[in-house]
């Protein structure tokens, strides 16, 4: 299994992003899905996360401004970021649970994207 992560770069403060994380591989289930970023000199951070039912939560810095979304069928998960501040930069992780045929797993594996850089100028 395998997560790509593409749709980060370069604008301005107030601007809008929309990054899309394809989930590719032998899938049986997709159960989770979320984005995290991690800022330079900073540890990682959740952003927004779908959980397997469906619910979904917001960091308190982004809420209002990113909407978390996904497609299963396309086997997909999207941020859209508008009102982007500066400190919104970072490099942005896509993150899922999935169940593969092979290897086979009975239960959710966690797995992460290579990361998108996002970059907010002021």
């Known amino acids: 299994v395998q997560l790509q992560a593409s749709g980060g770069g370069l604008v301005q403060a107030g601007g809008s992003l929309r990054l899309s994380c394809v989930i590719s591989?032998?899938?049986?289930?997709?159960?989770?899905t979320g984005w995290y970023r991690q800022a330079p000199g900073k540890q990682r951070e959740l952003v927004a996360r779908?959980?397997?039912?469906?619910?979904?939560i917001y960091d308190d810095s982004v809420k209002g401004r990113f909407t978390i979304s996904r497609d299963l069928p396309k086997n997909s998960v999207f941020l859209q970021m508008n009102s982007l501040k500066p400190e919104d930069t970072a490099v942005y992780y896509c993150?899922?649970?999935?169940?593969?045929?092979?290897?086979?797993?009975?239960?959710?594996?966690?797995?992460w994207g290579q990361g998108t850089l996002v970059t907010v100028s002021s």
């Open positions: 779908i959980s397997s039912g469906g619910d979904i």
């Open positions: 591989g032998s899938i049986l289930r997709i159960g989770y």
């Open positions: 993150n899922a649970g999935v169940r593969s045929f092979y290897p086979y797993s009975a239960d959710e594996v966690d797995y």
